[in-house]
Each structure stands twice: as C-alpha cells, then as structure tokens.
C-alpha cells in the first residue's frame, strides 16, 4: 500500500473515494467517483496504482459513513465544477498496466460514465429508492463474521483443558528449588525455618517463619506465598544430615525443626505414568469407532447384527415380474409364494398350508438373482434380503447370531420373505465341512439356520427363498420338507425361452430391425446361452455399433456381438506365418467339410481363420438344435467332425500340430462318457461310474484296475474308429477340402452360402432350428430311432 497527501483538505469526501474495499489516494472527489476501478485497484491522480488490504478497506467504509452527512448538506462550489471538467479527461493508464485492463478497459469507461452525474447529485435530493439501490451497502463485499457458539458441550472440555494445562504448568505453585547448601546458608543457619515437610520421600519442601521476608535473599526478596524446596535422595540421610546440622549449631531437642512426612499425588506425574495406557485406549477407541462405521451404527456391538436389507412398500425396486423372461414355470411358483402372503385366507379355508421355503438351483447366470428381485419388487410385503458369505466372520458366534436377529427381523415384518443368495457359502453338508477337526463357524451357522427354519419357535408367516449354483453339495437336513419344501430348478433357456429374453433386452436397444424377427433369429444363432449370456450379447451389439459412429443397431452388430461373446475378441495384432495360416486354414477346412458330409453334425453357419480370444487361431460356429437324447451313431459323428482338422493336417502335411489340442481333449471325455458314464460298449457292459467334478479330489476309483484297463481299452479302440473313417471321408473329400481352404485363405471368413457354392447342398434333409420355430415345424418325433450300430448300445432314456 502507498501513501501520498499532497495536503490536509478540510473536505474529506474529496481526499477519499471507496468502491469494493478500496482507497484511492488524495485527489479530487469528482474524478475519484469517475474512475474508480472495481476490479480490485484504484489510481491516483499522479497515474499510480494502489490495492488496499481488506482489513484497512473496512476501516475506510467505516469512515465514509461518518462524514457521509457532512457531503449531503454541501453545496458544488465553482472550483469544484472547474475540477470536474478538468478531470472529465480520456483514462491514463500507468505504464506496464496496459495488458491488465486490456479486457476490462471498455467495461471500466462505461461505468464511470453511468455513475459520474449519479454521484454528482446530492443524497437528500434523491428518491428514498435511489438511495436505497445506491447505498455503500450494496457494493460493500460481504464480510464474514466469526461467531463462537458457546454450550455446554464447548465450555467443559474447554474449562478442563485450561486446569489441566495450569496445573501442569505450575502457575499456582511459587516454588523455588534450592540445595542443601542454600538451605543451610541462607535459611537454617539464620534460624527462619517454620518446619520441613517430606513430600514423597523425594523432596523436602521448607515453611518459613512469617517474619523471614527480606532476610533470605538479599538480591531477591521473597514474594508474598512463595515457598522452597530441595530434593533428596533417601530420607534416612536426610534426617542424618539434619540431626548433625542442628547439633552442630546446639539447638536444644524442644526447639528443633519439626519434621512432617507427606504423600502428595502430582497430577503431571500421574500423567505422565498414564500416558502410555490412555494412547492405547485412544488407539482402541479410534479403532473400535472405525470398526464401527464399517459394521453400521451399533459399532463393534452391533457385529453379531444381521446385514440383510429390508424392501417393502416404500423401497422401489424397479425389477419386476414383466422383466423376467425365459423361465414361466419357476415364476409362476415363485408368484404362488407372494399371492399367499398377500391372500392366506383363499389357502388356509381349504387346510393348505404355505411351504416353510423354496430353493432356486441351476447353472450361473441363469436369473436365479433376477427373480429374487422381482419378488422383491412385487410382493407387497417386507423383503429381507442377505447373502450367504455375511454370516461368516472372523468371530466366533457371529453366523448364529446374525441368524437369530435375521428371523427375528422378520418375525417382526411378517408376514415376510427372505431370500438368502449363494446359500451354499453356510449350507454345505456337515459332513463335507470341518472334516479335518475343530469347530467350524459354517456347521454352527447351519445348526441355527436349521432351527429357526423348522424348530419350536418357528414363525408360520416367514417364507425363505435360496439361490445356489450347486444344490448336490447342500446338506439334506436343509433341503428335506418343511424347511425348503420345493425345489425350483432354473436350467438355460430352450429357443422360445431365449426369443422372450432378448425381447426383453432389446427393448432399450435403438434398432430398426423388426424386434419379433430379430429375437427368434439371435434365439436360434444362440443355443445354450443362460440370460446373462444374452444380456451381454446385446450389450456387446450396443458397444459395437457405437464403436463404429453408427446411429441403429443393426443385425449385423448383433451377429459380431455373438462371435465376440463365443469365441473372444479378434487379435488383429496377432500375425501368423504364411505356413501357419495355411495350417489353420487346411485345420478349419477339415473340420467343415467333415461336418458338411455327415448326417448327424450340426449345420455350418460360418467358419474363420482369424484368430480370436487366448489360444484360438480359427473356430467354425455352427447352429446346433436343442437336443437332450443322443445315439451312439450321433455321438460318433460328433467326434469325427470335431477329429477332422487333426484328420486334414495329416493328409495334406504328413505331420500333426499342437493345434488340435482342445479337440482331441473333447473326442477324449466323448469316448469316456460313453464307455464309462452311458453304457454304451458292449464289452464293459450296461454300467456307469461316478463321474466327480474337476473341482472334486478322487481318492479311489470306483471300479477294479482290471476294469480301468478294459475302460482305458474301449476309448482307445472308439477313439480309432472315429479317427479312421474321418480319415476315409476326408481322403475321398481331398479336392473339397482344398477348394475350401483356399478360400479360407484368400476371404478369411466363410459363411453357409460360401459352403453351398463350393460343395454343393448337404446330401441329407436339414432341419434349420430357426426355421423350426419359427415355421411351428419341431412337432414331436414319435418315431423309434436308429438301429445301435455293431458294438454299442443306444442310449437309455431314463
């Protein structure tokens, strides 16, 4: 800030000018009122800047106020009307400040001009309006006021702060610490000590008489309650040091020093000693409240609190029965549960009684969850929602106790229902659990689960819902009548269920393509997709058409979309070897020229040497029908198609590639299924062995060495036989086989018209699923089937 007073003006009003917090210096008031700046400067006379800080722009506003009144009863005299036109002048702009007021120089010249005659007009004279619109106030910048809410809870804490903090500091306490020399010299030889007191056997604090002012220190009188004190380090030598002092000056045994003995606590001491333990239960409490906001309002109280969540009326849950598709008999049980709720009478006048519970149990991805969430939102009645994994912990007794206040939290809402996803994390069976001894918190968790499901305190108006991927590793206790009393399994969708499925999921989708046409043909391309699947084929179809700029979605998206979920995303980054992308070309001819002549393979649809996902040089996708019998001759064809990349490379190269590694694990577990699980060889006979999960550790076969070796001996001679007439049909089909990778090498992509141009029509009746269902052609076949061929049973049909 600058200061410049050129003289002392009796008129105020014409040494100061305020806008916005700021000053300007002596001058004329006119010019001041005509260019002040109110982008945080303001400029003298002389053509100088100044910013006034905002503490001292407040103090000025003040001021203005005051001599405000003086200015309103003041007439313009000539000389100020001879400044005014003198000042009325363009604006000087200091040197170097050109570019600061560059963009608001246009602004600034306007405002002075409109407040200049405003300014000139005296404030009496003005409407009460006026005056109000151009009142200091308004162009004041707000000030923030600082206001200390004093209560209870402030002032405490704050008063016993200051106590502890002056007692620490000693500011009641006059001590002065002297030795035992000074205690000797200037107090005891002089005879001014009243008595001793032994604070603690590790100070002496000395009284003094009260006419010993003065006579202590001669450089440093005493003040009025001061007192001092020596430390020492055993009271035995104290006492002997005293004795022999007062001996020595012949101080008779009536008039000695009395001698007191004291304990004192010392608040910074006991601090001091407390300090480790009050860091730790400041540490404890900081943890047990972050503890807390993690474990909900009741902290580390409320751990054995159930998580679930509640919905009822007041929750939307915008899912509804409307958005579930594909599975109309498990909605319609499930729809059974919540008219029972709503209506009992209807149910009870004829002695039903509504089942304890229902477990929904299928493949992943197939809406097991969905469900729950329609019921949800549609069941008019309190839904408690929790997932299995919530009732274990790290303590012991938290699974039972979330049980607890979970049915008691319904017993509560009832009638209610409550839907436990993933069940199978707390209900496996007890004998596959805690098997290698101690105590399992899952097996206590299940102990109470069963009790509150089917026990004495069971409430006949709380309905459980289950999901599990894996309802064979629940226990049977969990699963028996009365506790989940129907079974509801949610299997993927057939054609008709995954055509209402993606009519679901197209309904966001922006497309041009007829919906009922678009959703029987994705239907038909999609065979064995679960709802996710579908889900995730038209988000992928979205995506793609976005990718590429284009405003619809188009079938030619969705088809790309489909390709991307089977097979992975394209490696375009992934380049072959001239040798090896005629390897793969000749691989993927084989396997569809193999497919094309035999009866029983599923239609081609497309086959591509580009490489898609992980390890995928090439894939062949082909539109298979919903099929739940097979015969030998069928599964037998399935293997020959899947052997004939294997097949081509040998007849083409004379040498086999690891790229036929999946297909030979495929035509293996084929073979074995047959042999081992279906009972379709001769020599092994009608049996089926277990078949345990990968997952699943198999200690022991369930069959003799001898048998394993028969087994091992079936699947060899199976796996020869497919392998041979593979052979046989691609040795005869060489030419098509090199027609067909020839293309493949020169378009990379092949479709089912490509295949016809080439080899002709399938020299069997095809069946196009997508026609099928659409045409209403898949009436039942009540004909017998084929004849087994030699060595091999047909398959059983129950």
Known sequence: MAIVSNNHDTHITSIFAFRQGFHL??????????????????????????????????VFRHLRKMVSS????????????????????????????????????????????????????????????????????????????????????????????????????????????????????????????????????????????????????????????????????????????????????????????????????????????????????GALFYITRRAGSAAGSQGIFGIGKSKAKLFNQETEVKVKFKDVAGMDEAKEEIMEFVKFLKDPTAYERLGAKIPKGAILSGPPGTGKTLLAKATAGEAGV????????????????????????????????????????????????????????????????????????????????????????????????????????????????????RSAIFKVHLKPIKTKEDIERLSNKLAALTPG??????????????????????????????????????????????????????????????????????????????????????????????????????????????????LGGRVSEQIFFNIVTTGAQDDLQKVTKMAYAQVSIYGMNSNVGPLSFHNPNENEPQFQKPYSEETAKMIDEEVRKLVSLAYEKTMALLTEKKEDVEKVAQLLLSKEVLNREDMISLLGKRPFVEKNPYDEYTKEENKEDTTLPPPAEKGGHAQPTT
């Open 529 to 642: 997709f679960s709802g996710a699947d579908i889900a995730n084929v038209c988000n992928e179809a979205a995506l793609i058409a976005a990718r590429y700029r284009k405003d619809w979605v188009s079938e030619e998206h969705f088809e790309k979309a489909i390709e991307r979920v089977i097979a992975g995303l394209e490696k375009k980054s992934r380049v072959l070897s001239p040798e090896e992308k005629k390897t793969v070309a000749y691989h993927e001819a084989g396997h569809a020229v193999a497919g094309w002549f035999l009866e029983h393979a599923d239609p081609l649809l497309k086959v591509s040497i580009i490489p898609r996902g992980i390890g995928a040089l090439g894939y062949a996708q082909y539109l298979p029908k919903d099929q739940y019998l097979y015969s030998t001759a069928q599964l037998l064809d399935r293997m020959c198609m899947t």
């Open 25 to 58: 210096l002596p001058g004329v008031s006119p010019f001041a009122r005509g260019f002040v700046f109110r982008q945080g400067f303001a400029i003298s006379p002389g053509g100088f800047v100044f910013r006034l800080p905002p503490a001292l722009g407040v």
């Open 382 to 497: 309190p839904f408690l929602s929790v997932s299995g994994s919530e009732f274990v912990e790290m303590f012991v007794g938290v699974g039972p106790s979330r049980v607890r206040d979970l049915f008691a939290n319904a017993k509560k809402h009832a009638p209610c229902i409550i839907f436990v996803d993933e069940i199978d994390a707390i209900g496996k069976s007890r004998g596959k659990i805690g098997q290698f001894g101690g105590n399992d918190e899952r097996e206590s968790t299940l102990n109470q689960l069963l009790v509150e499901m089917d026990g004495f305190s069971t409430s006949e108006h709380v309905v459980v819902l289950a999901g599990t991927n894996r309802p064979d590793v629940l226990d049977s206790a969990l699963m028996r009548p009365g506790r989940f009393d129907r079974h509801i399994a949610i299997d993927r969708p057939d054609i008709k269920g």
């Open 70 to 281: 003086n200015n309103d009863n003041r007439e313009e005299t000539p000389s100020d009307k001879e400044k005014k036109s003198q000042n009325e002048e363009p604006l000087k702009i200091p040197k170097g400040f050109e570019n600061f007021f560059k963009k608001n120089i246009e602004k600034l010249k306007k405002i002075a001009k409109e407040q200049t005659p405003k300014d000139n007009i005296p404030n009496n004279s003005r409407p009460q309006d006026e005056q109000q619109k151009t009142s200091p106030k308004q162009h004041q910048p707000p000030i923030k006021e600082f206001n200390l809410h004093l209560n209870v809870n402030t002032i405490l804490p704050l008063l016993f702060s200051a106590y502890i903090l002056y007692k620490i500091v000693g500011g009641s306490d006059n001590s002065r610490e002297i030795t035992w020399q000074e205690f000797r010299t200037a107090f005891f030889d002089k005879g001014l000590v009243d008595k001793l007191v032994v604070v603690n056997r590790k100070k002496v604090r000395v009284y003094l008489h009260s006419n010993a002012t003065g006579q202590m220190y001669p450089n440093a009188p005493t003040l009025p309650g001061s007192s001092y004190y020596f430390s020492i380090g055993s009271v035995e030598a104290f006492e002997r040091k005293l004795e022999d002092s007062q001996n020595e000056l012949g101080i008779p045994s009536n008039e000695r020093i009395p001698v007191a003995y004291r304990d004192e606590i010392n608040l910074m001491s006991t601090l001091l000693h407390f300090a480790p333990t009050l860091l730790l239960a």
